[in-house]
Structure formats: C-alpha cells, structure tokens
C-alpha cells in the first residue's frame, strides 16, 4: 500500500454536508476514492446528524465506513447506529474517539488502529453509507461529514 517509496503529496478535504431528505429505508453515500496513481490515508472521520424528525415511531438510523463502492462494498470497517429519536456524533483521529452511539468495534482503540490502516486507491475505494432505517420518519436534517486523508503517490 504505502512504502517507503511512495511521496507525501498534501492533505486533503473530502468533507460534505448533504441537506437532501432521507425517506424512511432509503440511504446515502460518499465515496473516497482518489485519482488513479495516489491513495488516500484517513486521518480523521467525523460525523454529526440530529435525531430523524419527529413523527417517527420507532427504528434506528447509521453510518458505516465500508471498502469498496457503495454498491458492493465487501467489509464493514466502522459501524455506528442510534435509535432514531437520537442524534449520531462521531470524531475520530490519531489520537481520540468521541462516538454517542451503538458502535462496532466497540473498543475506542480498535475504532483509532481500524483508522491507522483506512486506506483508499482507485481501485478499492471506501465508502461512508448513512442510512435511515426509522420506521416511518423522513430524516430531513443536514448531514455533515468531516473527512481527512493524507495524499500520497502509488509506490510503482
């Protein structure tokens, strides 16, 4: 993946805020996936998004950080889920965890080793999924993904 080869080539911000409305059952995704020839290291995941709006009766909503695309993405790296009526907080560095939720791994320092080793190429990207799985409430509140990887050039 990264060797002692491969060149350090800036930081990059891949953060979003999405405001689209999220119908019961339905999800969204933001892909990280570099250019062909670079590769992106995670450095920090942070993510915030209120209770679904009222009216819900019950279910949950979650984000998951999975490799591969949002289509076929073959294995869970984070996974953290809330009922419904309660927000998703998420901050993860090199250094600390903050999560308000249901998460898995559930152990602070297997969450930041998971992140230490989060890389993404062209060819196997990540992907963020935030899913509302209320059973009738439309999430209609502001999504705001904070995201931050480090650039390096594939070692050939």
């Given amino acids: 993946m990264i060797s002692r080869h491969s060149s350090l080539l800036g930081l990059k911000d891949l953060s979003a805020t999405n405001t689209d409305t999220i119908n019961s059952g339905a999800d969204e995704s933001i892909s990280i996936q570099p250019p062909k020839g670079q590769i992106y290291k995670l ?37 953290y889920k809330s009922t419904y009526d309660s927000a998703i907080q998420i901050y993860l560095n090199n250094i600390a965890a903050v999560v308000s939720t ?42 705001y993904y904070r995201i931050y990887a480090l650039i390096y050039k594939e070692a050939v």
């Fill in 43 to 79: 450095t920090n995941i942070g993510f915030y998004v209120a209770s679904v709006a009222a009216g819900g009766d019950g279910g949950t909503h979650e984000l998951v950080l999975g490799r591969g695309t949002a289509s076929g993405w073959d294995s869970r790296q984070f996974y």
């Fill in 102 to 143: 249901t998460q898995i791994p559930s152990n602070d320092s297997e969450q930041l080793h998971i992140l230490d080793n989060a890389y993404a190429t062209y060819d196997t990207p990540l992907t963020l999924i935030y899913a509302n799985d209320a059973t009738t409430a439309t999430q209609s509140n502001s999504r």
